[in-house]
């Protein structure tokens, strides 16, 4: 019976010791003129979230779970990114009025941060004047880039007390920081010398033909090898696109499905399927080559959840409905109410830049339609504390149509039954009040025109 007890103690000994670790840090500091109470770390993706409470005189300070890496800070509206080490304490202080020039680190964590500080201002010093460096010529750019690199390995490998895994990683980061420049040079050239027909002459762009894209730690680390990574697949399922008969979307979604490193390919799957999944056109083909290449469980299961949200808003089932909405004009209305003509639905707010862009085109269209068999709905979703500025803009901007002010702004239950995560938002229904599109074209879209005119409205 002893040796039995001593052959599960020891293999309890031996599981224990080959559980992955957990990573923690304390963080702390201290905020000068704070604007919130709490601040809010993110994970480089905005996935995972943690929430630390400020106290009336600006502290704060607690112990999260998390792994090393890059992570966003937020407080209010300020914003800023730092590297954790898990294991090592770091303190971040600042004044929310004034970041740039109080920002300042402390703690064991420090060292790398401090490092990021300076590494950001030689670089602006090099660069100076942003446009002017956008619009310089081929030759003077691509010296100014190579000038860049190489202050910037001198300066990582001048700074005292980087750990040397840190070193290797970052030496790479700026080569990769490298190649992204010459990679984004040709757009925006384009756009600084206002010549959008500008292309890069042959030989600029770096030689790319033993790039590895498979390399999951440095996609981890470096924003730039992402965007690089990201770019060549982006690419690949373009030439694919053009080699077969599919969809923008599912091209891609397939040719990132076959990454060998999975690292990388569940965070492209990730990254394209959060937003992808709420505009595809393909609902049922785009979630099963997400949920068949995914091997991150955690990442199927949100997505999954959107996908039984999203399959109840298809082509041809009956719309979510709202009920007793503030219409501008006087009164209540409800989309029952609005039955026998097609409605074309604007999901919008007086802040959003983007919905204020469409209401010339929205209004063009609407004066196109008018007497036809089709409604105009504006739902507003701003907040009810921003009613004023709600009716105002309606008369400022002449706006037509039937207006109205969703009861709980984002979390309205319309908004969240049609999972709209980002607006302007547009949803076409028919007389019956079932769906046509949950992904309606823009007013300012040609497409709009041929599917009102291909439902002979």
Not at 239 to 248: A, R
Not at 284 to 305: D, H, L, P, R, V
Not at 390 to 406: H, S
Not at 427 to 455: C, H, M, Q, W, Y
Request: with cysteine; proline share 3%.
């Amino acid at each position: 019976m002893k040796k039995i007890f001593y052959i599960l103690l020891a293999l309890s000994i031996i599981s224990w010791k080959k559980e992955k670790p957990v990573n923690y840090i304390v963080l702390s500091g201290k905020i000068e003129n704070k604007i919130a109470d709490y601040i809010i770390i993110s994970s480089s993706n905005y996935d995972t979230k943690d929430t630390i409470k400020v106290s009336a005189d600006g502290s704060y300070s607690d112990t999260l779970r998390i792994d090393s890496g890059y992570h966003l800070i937020s407080h209010g509206k300020v914003f800023m990114r730092a590297y954790f080490e898990a294991g090592t304490p770091l303190s971040i202080n600042f004044d929310s009025k004034n970041l740039r020039e109080s920002l300042s680190f402390s703690g064991k964590g420090a060292i790398t941060n401090n490092y990021l500080l300076k590494k950001a201002k030689t670089e602006q010093e090099l660069i100076g004047d942003r446009n002017a460096y956008s619009a310089l010529d081929e030759a003077a750019f691509k010296a100014k880039a190579t000038q860049i690199k190489k202050a910037l390995i001198q300066l990582v490998d001048s700074t005292p007390n980087l750990s040397t895994n840190y070193k290797e990683q970052e030496k790479r980061n700026i080569n990769y920081e490298y190649i992204s420049k010459l990679l984004g040079y040709e757009k925006s050239y384009a756009y600084a010398s206002k010549n959008p027909d500008f292309v890069v002459s042959n030989g600029f762009l770096p030689d790319l033909s033993k790039f590895d894209y498979n390399n999951g730690k440095d996609y981890l680390f470096s924003a730039s090898y992402k965007r690089i990574v990201k770019s060549y697949y982006k690419n690949k399922a373009a030439t694919d696109l053009k080699l077969k008969d599919s969809k923008e979307d599912i091209a891609y979604l397939k040719t990132i499905s076959q990454i060998s490193d999975e690292t990388i390919k569940n965070s492209l799957l990730y990254d394209e399927a959060r937003q992808g999944i709420n505009y595809t056109t393909d609902l049922e083909a785009f979630y099963a080559i997400f949920n068949n290449a995914s091997t991150n469980q955690n990442e199927k299961s949100k997505i999954t959840e959107s996908y039984n949200i999203l399959k109840t808003t298809t082509k041809g089932k009956p719309s979510p409905k709202f009920v007793d909405y503030e219409n501008n004009a006087g009164g209540k209305t409800s989309l029952d109410d609005l039955k026998g003509k097609y409605i074309y639905i604007d999901v919008w707010a007086t802040w959003c830049g983007p919905c204020r862009k469409e209401i010339p085109f929205l209004k063009e269209v609407e004066k196109a339609y008018h007497g036809k068999n089709i409604e105009f709905v504006s739902i507003s979703i701003d907040k009810q504390t921003d009613h004023a500025k709600w009716k105002k803009m309606i008369v400022d901007q002449a706006l037509g149509g039937i207006q109205l002010l969703a009861d709980k702004d984002w979390a309205s239950q319309f908004v969240q039954d049609y999972l709209i995560q980002g607006i302007p938002h547009f949803i076409l229904l028919d007389p019956n009040g079932n769906i046509v599109t949950p992904n309606a074209p823009r007013p300012s879209e040609k497409e709009l025109i041929t599917l009102f005119d291909s439902l002979k409205i």
